[in-house]
């Protein structure tokens, strides 16, 4: 057996281990590791400083080093994720639906821990915490793999949690971290079908699509966002302008910022200099078809490219539409069914986008900024899913459970 | 484009329209579907007569062959399981929470059809007509691709079919067939990312494995069953008996029949003749351990491969183990995770074995040959998941949907 075969088995063992536990206990389990990650913080920051370090001398990016670099008052925010988590409602051994079948059978479905969680991710070292910390609530054994960057912190992490689990009287072995970095060890683990039930990569599209297309062991796809805005030809423009300005600038590097505006040509002519007067106060750069150019002076032509592409930075790509199906139709093209928006005043348009965008989270009236295990109310989050199996949307606790049926019989043949 | 991608395209464009036409339309479709079969079955028929001797003059096994012949009774079959899927509730719509949040928005979480489903299965042409009538259903699409031995009777079942929804006034591209029934056309669906949400392979243990390993598309791993069967030491010996015969002898063919028995070792020496003997008025072949040998007289000896292996035959394995848990690690350890049952008259031993078996489907005190849709009541299946992700067990109409989350709000901005 390889490290990787070894830790899968460990993982599995402990899986089986935590799908029994009480609440109680693993909610002082994640309280203790929230006190031994403060109590242990200067060996994370000494790690840390070495990641830096070696980060710098092969001179990644100003916005990667950010990511990776931890303080105290990092520290502090992992630790009190942690209790946070600790503190919300288990969602395990929920019998979701029981009834009684003409034989007398009872069939009931239960709620129970998913098993073994792979999560792939990069340079985040608190992603470390935060996806083991949501893990175990749910009853789930992870297996991390970060990125190299950060493979020192990771070390750290995983050693104190570790730790603080097994003298919380719980496996050890709950939350492990693959060693390994390289990308055939990453690529074994995608592969790890005898003992990891889900792998869910966290980062950039890179990553989520070299997962998809390597990964044997089944997928949660997440994060992509190419998210749509549509000003419909009924609506308020000031609460157009504002939707607008607020999912494209308020933090254009996350998945729910908006990438797109869609505008019908009624109020083109209106809303684009409104907007785009406001837009460019903030820097952000415009982009649109050749009906845009006719009205805003100064803008980008807009390739096939934009239509797909996620900037992720103070970029806009905007498109006039002659009605509502075809914002509808551009968007099932393009998006990546992650959020979208419509501005309207008129209720059979919103109800048309509702029902007809295929996306994960379809809003009226609203910033796609919403999309988020927070803002949803589950108390924390693992990653948005952007595919359409077993998780769309925000993925808090109970996306990390599956069901079982449990049937009780007194004697029953078929 | 190729002609999977000109599918998938129209497949696409054809869930969209699914999605939103309403129930009654799909209830009309699927009675006018059922209607056609048996008005043109004599085309069918003609049909799977040259699949039949193309079959036979390949030498193809008799149970193969059975499962690809046609006759009228199955034609009538399959159009009364088309008119049973027509009367079951419409899951798509439904909304399964909405609520207020602190901000004013209202998210709701409401079941819409997946989009595109794929399916790959062997020999059997009612495979093609189940799959299309429970996809149809659940507003999704569906490209079949089924074997090549079946594959004149599959084109007319499909090509009466996709008539019938389209004059219904649905689209013809609805139900779509695979016409090439090569190896590299299947890996290439498996691969369909852009057109199809999930993949669903129904057969044998050797093509679910193909498709698990080579799938980037999402995919449903289906029916392989290696179940057990433990009879606790406090258990009614008669009721055991009986349960053990059913689920071993009434149909060993299927997934949920039991390939293996464990026997609390108190029990053995009284349990084990009287199941033997009536095991063998069935003329079940039995294997087991030494402790097995020593009881009954002219058993196999099982090997390591034994426990792991789903005979889908008249074999039983049996163990003898000193205790509960020795027989829950042993079924967490070899079984497929399917369906496993307790025969005991034991309370905590029943809790005991419901929570910590790790299979879809856990039993109590009855035969595992329940794991089924219709006994679960759900009118019909599409397959029994082996899997965590998304459905697990038994799936019906609403495993061949997911959800969307839905907001409305008034302005709201982050």
């Known amino acids: ?176 971290l693959v060693e390994d970095t390289s990308r055939e060890t990453a690529h074994a683990l995608m592969k790890l079908n005898e003992y990891i039930d889900v792998l869910i990569p966290r980062g950039g599209a890179g990553l989520i699509e070299a997962v998809v297309k390597n990964a044997t062991v089944p997928v949660i796809e997440t994060g992509t966002g190419n998210c749509h805005i549509y000003v419909d030809e009924f609506c308020e423009m000031e609460m157009a302008k504002a939707i607008v300005l607020n999912a494209k600038t308020s933090r254009p590097a996350v998945c729910n910022a908006a990438e797109k505006l869609l505008v019908h040509e009624n109020v083109a002519s209106t809303f684009l200099p409104l907007v785009a007067e406001a837009l460019r106060e903030k820097e952000v750069e415009i982009r649109g078809d050749e009906y845009v150019n006719h009205i805003i002076d100064d803008i980008v032509i807009a390739t096939e490219e934009d239509w797909h592409k996620e900037y992720l930075d103070y970029v806009l790509a905007i498109k006039v539409v002659r009605h509502i199906d075809e914002a509808i139709a551009h968007i099932n093209q393009y998006s990546s069914h992650h959020s979208e928006a419509i501005v309207t005043t008129n209720y059979h348009h919103a109800q048309r986008f509702l029902q007809r965008v295929d996306s994960a989270a379809v809003y009226v009236n609203a910033s796609t900024r919403f999309t988020d295990g927070e803002e949803f109310g589950f108390g924390a989050e693992i990653g948005i899913s952007t595919q359409k199996l077993h998780a769309r949307g925000p993925m808090g606790l109970k996306e990390l459970t599956t069901v079982k049926y449990i049937i009780y019989g007194d004697g029953q043949i078929r």
């Open 1 to 176: 057996m390889n490290e990787l075969q070894i830790k899968g088995e460990r993982a599995k063992e402990a899986s089986y281990f935590l799908s029994n536990v009480s609440s109680k206990q693993k909610e002082q389990a994640l309280l203790n590791m929230a006190q031994s990650l403060v109590e242990r913080k200067e060996m994370i920051l000494k790690a840390n400083q070495l990641d830096v370090e070696n980060a710098m001398s092969k001179g990644i990016s100003k916005s990667m080093l950010d990511r990776l670099t931890l303080d105290s008052d990092r520290i502090h925010a992992m630790a009190n994720g942690l209790k946070q988590v600790a503190f919300l409602q288990d969602p395990v051994g929920e019998v979701l639906s029981m009834s009684k079948r003409p034989n007398g059978l009872q069939i009931g479905q239960q709620r129970v821990p998913i098993g073994v969680i792979g999560i792939i991710y990069e340079a985040r070292p608190n992603v470390t915490c935060d996806a083991a910390g949501l893990c175990l609530k749910a009853g789930n054994a992870v297996i991390l793999r970060g990125g190299s960057e950060a493979f020192h912190s990771n070390q750290a992490i995983v050693s104190i949690l570790a730790d603080a689990v097994s003298a919380s009287g719980l496996p050890k072995d709950s939350i492990q």
